[in-house]
């Protein structure tokens, strides 16, 4: 149970919304370019990207949020992304983890996992020179 208190549960569960939101936000959100076809999710994934690079800054460098946290709650969002990619696939049991899931798992995680491991180290960067110099609020 101290693990758990360590990781505040709450503070991740917010972090896990905010990661979804960013998701919905850029569906809503018109495309960076004109896709090739129906099925480029290059422009999504790439707002996607932007919007998650965007929070995980702001989370870790100006509200100085636990870096166990933030990584916790990614490991979640993955989690919910391979299920949502093996419900679209119809894959159940064990060929749950089948090459194609994991291919595109991976290919997800370029505009999911990469940006938030990105944005995660520029605010502690941040984080970490504003409370070297004792500053609260914005710093530019």
């Known amino acids: 149970m101290n693990r758990l ?4 549960i709450g503070q991740i569960g917010v ?6 939101g960013c998701f919905l936000l850029a569906v809503v ?4 370019w004109k896709e090739v076809s129906g099925r480029d999710l290059r422009p999504l994934a790439t707002t ?3 919007l998650l690079f965007g929070v995980s800054i702001l989370l870790r460098g100006f509200l100085g ?16 992304l391979l299920v949502i990619i093996g419900t679209f696939t119809g894959n ?4 749950f983890l ?3 899931n994991l291919y595109w798992l991976f290919f997800i ?23 070297k110099k004792g500053q609260t609020g914005l710093v530019l």
């Open 92 to 95: 159940t049991g064990p060929e």
């Open 98 to 100: 089948n090459h194609f």
């Open 15 to 20: 972090i896990v919304i905010c990661m979804l």
């Open 109 to 131: 995680n370029l505009f999911t996992g990469l940006p938030w491991i990105l944005g995660i180290t520029a605010g502690s960067v941040w984080h970490a020179r504003r409370y």
């Open 65 to 80: 949020w636990r870096l166990l946290n933030l990584v916790a709650a990614l490991a979640i969002v993955e989690i919910i």
């Open 29 to 32: 959100l018109p495309p960076l």
């Open 48 to 50: 996607v990207a932007n």
């Open 5 to 8: 208190k360590k990781l505040e």
